[in-house]
């Protein structure tokens, strides 16, 4: 990477450096092409984001990050999130919590998006109830393989649970529309959507998961109905004004060797519906943002969503580490400077964003470190995991 000293203590110099072009998307303006990714951080008690939680993003907002993607936020739906201390998007006081959030991130300069979440068949594996029934296209958690689960909680989701009703499927949609609602009025530049990880959305895209045979299943184009409607309720409700990110992956938490798609026209048939109902970014998770999706080109895959939808796409994974997120609490993760495969993707437009999770927990200014040019920071899980700092 240049040595580009004099930018270094301001966002407004003009720069050719691919990571630090301005983008828009509908009304959304970044000051730079770095993206704070979505990281659950279980420190908002009762679902509150306190002053604590304001003071993180905020931070990352002052060290000149261009677009901070908040943690998983519960919507309003009694099988969303199991965990009290992830945050929620609809009880009052957490939307005052949120409110002095999004101040403080726009006072600093930066913009902010909530990811709305609802775990689907993951319901258990942070703690919730078994009392309630978790969300399940087809009563299914998903074939089990590369897990960083314990053996214990997969054997517990093995068996088949209720599939989702027409209710069920109705209430989930609204509790999505009302989150989005919520959040516009706390003031966030945008909305996010996880749809990706084997989470509720993501099941219904994955062929594992969703077996059914009513209009929510079926083939791919079928089987991106369901998030389809999430996405088209909320854009009705948002208007067209603000954007719309949609997270999708290959990987599971079920299974990490498992994929969405085996072939570019099936990642097409899936993607295509989401665009056309709304979603204006797509935010392709994937361990390394440069590995190949499919065999026989090194199109990364948020490279292949760009190309199949023509929609801007972000990538992330892996950014300046040498370890994968499925490995970190074992691995020492190594800094591994990528910069320069990172830049020409950007460069050549494979894809428009770069979001990085774990460098933004390891460095809050780590905008400056890669303005500067200067050695990248290293991650380390127990220092940088333990405490919201
Ligand atoms: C502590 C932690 C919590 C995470 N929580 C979420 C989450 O709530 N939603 C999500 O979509 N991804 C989540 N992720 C995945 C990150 O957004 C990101 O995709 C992943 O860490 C890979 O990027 P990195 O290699 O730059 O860390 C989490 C990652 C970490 C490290």
Not at 38 to 48: A, E, F, K, L, Q
Not at 86 to 104: C, E, I, K, Q
Not at 365 to 382: C, E, F, K, N, S
Request: charged share 25%; glycine share 10%.
């Amino acid at each position: 990477m240049t040595e580009n000293r004099d930018c270094a203590e301001t966002d407004v110099c003009p720069s050719t450096d691919p990571l630090f072009r301005e983008f828009s998307v509908r009304s959304l303006h970044l000051r730079n092409r770095i993206v704070m990714s979505p990281m659950t951080r279980t420190h908002s008690p009762g679902g509150v984001p306190g002053d604590k939680v304001a003071r993180y993003y905020r931070r990352r907002a002052e060290g000149g990050t261009g677009l901070i993607i908040t943690e998983g936020v519960a919507i309003d739906h009694p099988a969303s999130v199991d965990h009290a201390r992830v945050p929620n998007m609809f009880a009052s006081t957490a939307l005052d919590g949120w409110r002095s959030v999004v101040d403080g991130v726009h006072e600093a300069g930066g913009r902010i998006i909530p990811q709305l979440w609802h775990v689907g068949p993951l319901w258990g594996a942070m703690g919730g109830s078994p009392a309630i029934t978790p969300m399940r296209p087809s009563g299914l958690w998903g074939t089990p393989g590369i897990t960083t689960y314990s053996d214990e909680y997969v054997k517990a989701s093995e068996p088949v649970t209720r599939a989702m009703t027409t209710a069920d499927i109705k209430s989930v949609i609204s509790a999505f529309r009302a989150a989005a609602r919520s959040a516009v009025n706390a003031g966030f530049d945008g909305i996010a959507l996880h749809g990706g990880h084997g989470y509720l959305l993501d099941a219904f895209l994955w062929a594992d998961t969703n077996r059914r045979t009513d209009e929510w299943g079926g083939d791919a184009e079928r089987r991106a109905a369901f998030p389809a409607a999430v996405v088209r309720a909320i854009r009705e409700e948002i208007g067209e004004d603000l954007p719309i990110f949609f997270r999708f992956s290959q990987h599971k938490q079920q299974d990490f060797g498992a994929r969405l798609a085996d072939t570019p026209e099936e990642l097409r048939a899936l993607l295509r519906p989401l665009v056309a109902a709304g979603v204006d970014v797509l935010d392709a998770s994937a361990r390394r943002f440069q590995a190949p999706a499919f065999e026989g080109s090194d199109l990364s895959l948020a490279g292949w969503a760009k190309q199949l939808t023509g929609a801007p796409a972000m990538a992330v994974g892996s950014v300046g580490i040498g370890s994968a997120i499925k490995d970190r609490r074992s691995s020492g993760n190594p800094v591994l400077d990528n910069r320069e495969e990172l830049l020409r993707r950007l460069d050549t437009e494979e894809f428009d964003l770069i979001a990085i999770g774990r460098l933004h927990l390891a460095d809050p200014d780590l905008v400056q470190t890669l303005r500067a040019g200067r050695p990248l920071p290293h991650y380390d899980y127990v220092l940088h995991e333990s405490d919201l700092v």
